[in-house]
């Protein structure tokens, strides 16, 4: 069973736009929500967390929406750029155990 | 900067051989972890290992084991590799404390024919 579930599974944006990978999860113990880039041929290295007392948390062109009620969080790239292009992983975990990952994002950005 | 190397990027073996995947951390991390990655199905954990010879099952142990004799080495092992073995295997580390915060290293991919 998929303790965090994302979608989509791949995603083309135009350079310039923005690009939207979105999360869910079940389980209310999860209080730490990082997310994961990985180029091709490279290890998946983080990129930005939140944790679920703030609702948002922007790091330059990155932001991580959070809905606690809802269970969900969201990374945003903002003005997004061909170096852009990777795949991305949401992730979750519980006080300081192991992470749960999402199934991942390939995102393609168009010049 | 932490580095995380793993012995192969690319290894083939045949069906019913013993595999050995190595990774090295040089952070003096305590917790090191074993994952393989496939498409549509994200990173599943297989085994992590939080101290020197100690070891905990993940999400999908069967068909692999591993061992840790220095805390800066850590190795999956496969001990008679079959077809559904073929993967990326990745192999990542943390402090004790942070252990969601971890570092990966490039991953092996594996074909096993």
């Known amino acids: 069973q998929q303790q965090v579930k994302q979608s989509p599974q791949s995603l083309i944006v135009q350079k310039g736009g923005i690009s939207i990978i979105n999360c869910a999860y079940e389980n209310t113990a999860f209080d730490y929500f990082p997310w994961y880039q990985q180029f091709p041929g490279k290890g998946p290295a983080l990129l930005i967390a939140i944790r679920p007392d703030v609702s948002e948390k922007k790091e330059g062109r990155f932001t991580i929406s959070f809905n606690k009620s809802a269970k969900q969080f969201s990374l945003h790239i903002m003005d997004s750029q061909p170096g852009d292009s990777a795949t991305y992983f949401c992730?979750?975990?519980?006080?300081?155990?192991?992470?749960?990952f999402g199934t991942g994002t390939r995102l393609t950005v168009i010049p | 900067d932490v580095k995380v190397t793993q012995s192969s990027r690319y290894l083939v073996k045949r069906t019913g051989e013993k595999v050995f995947l190595e990774c090295v951390q040089d952070?003096?991390?305590?917790?090191m972890f074993w994952y393989r990655q496939d498409p549509g199905l994200g990173l599943r954990l297989i085994y992590f290992s939080y101290d020197v010879k100690m070891k905990e099952k993940g999400d999908i142990p069967e068909g692999y084991s591993v061992s840790r004799e220095k805390k800066e080495r850590f190795s999956l092992i496969l001990e008679s590799a079959s077809t559904n073995q073929t993967s990326m295997y990745l192999c990542?580390?943390?402090?004790?404390?942070?252990?969601?915060?971890?570092?990966f290293g490039p991953g092996t991919r594996l074909t096993v024919t």
């Open positions: 952070m003096d991390h305590e917790n």
């Open positions: 992730a979750a975990s519980a006080g300081a155990n192991n992470l749960f």
């Open positions: 990542a580390s943390s402090l004790k404390r942070t252990r969601y915060e971890q570092y």
